[in-house]
Nanobody, 126 residues
Framework: VQLQASGGGLVQAGESLRLSCAASGRSVSALNMAWFRQAPGKDREFVAA????????LYLDSVKGRFTISRDSSKNMVYLQMNNLRFEDTAVYYCAARNNWLVGVSTWSSSAVDYWGKGTQVTVSS
C-alpha cells in the first residue's frame, strides 16, 4: 500500500483547507484510513479516522466540528476537510492506514499504523 498526501499550504486563522490522500495497492474501502499530524517539537498525534466500508469516524477532540474525514472509493482517495483553522493546527499532516479498526481515539497511536504516507505541511498564521 502506498499513500500520498497533498493539499497543504499556508492559510490564515479561520480559513479552510482540504487535504487529499491518494492510495494505491489496495482500495481505501478495504482499509481503515486515518490522518495524523506532527507539530514541531511534538509527538505525532491522531487527528481522524474512517472505518473501512462503513461511515463510522473518529476525531481528536480539538478538531471535532471543524474537520471532516471522507472517502471517495471510486477515486481511491481520502480527504480531510479542515475548516476554521487555528494556529495550533499548524503541523505536518500524514495520511495513514491500518488493516484493523481501533475503537477509541486513544488506541490510534503512531505505532498502531500499518501504512504511512509522506506528509504535507499545513501552516496557519494567526
Amino acid at each position: 500500500v502506498q499513500l500520498q498526501a497533498s493539499g497543504g499550504g499556508l492559510v490564515q486563522a479561520g480559513e479552510s483547507l482540504r487535504l487529499s490522500c491518494a492510495a494505491s495497492g489496495r482500495s481505501v474501502s478495504a482499509l481503515n484510513m486515518a490522518w495524523f499530524r506532527q507539530a514541531p517539537g511534538k509527538d505525532r498525534e491522531f487527528v481522524a479516522a474512517i472505518r473501512q466500508s462503513m461511515s463510522r469516524t473518529l476525531y481528536l477532540d480539538s478538531v471535532k466540528g471543524r474537520f471532516t474525514i471522507s472517502r471517495d472509493s471510486s477515486k481511491n482517495m481520502v480527504y480531510l476537510q479542515m475548516n476554521n483553522l487555528r494556529f495550533e493546527d499548524t503541523a505536518v499532516y500524514y495520511c495513514a492506514a491500518r488493516n484493523n479498526w481501533l475503537v477509541g481515539v486513544s488506541t490510534w497511536s503512531s505505532s498502531a499504523v500499518d501504512y504511512w504516507g509522506k506528509g504535507t505541511q499545513v501552516t496557519v498564521s494567526s
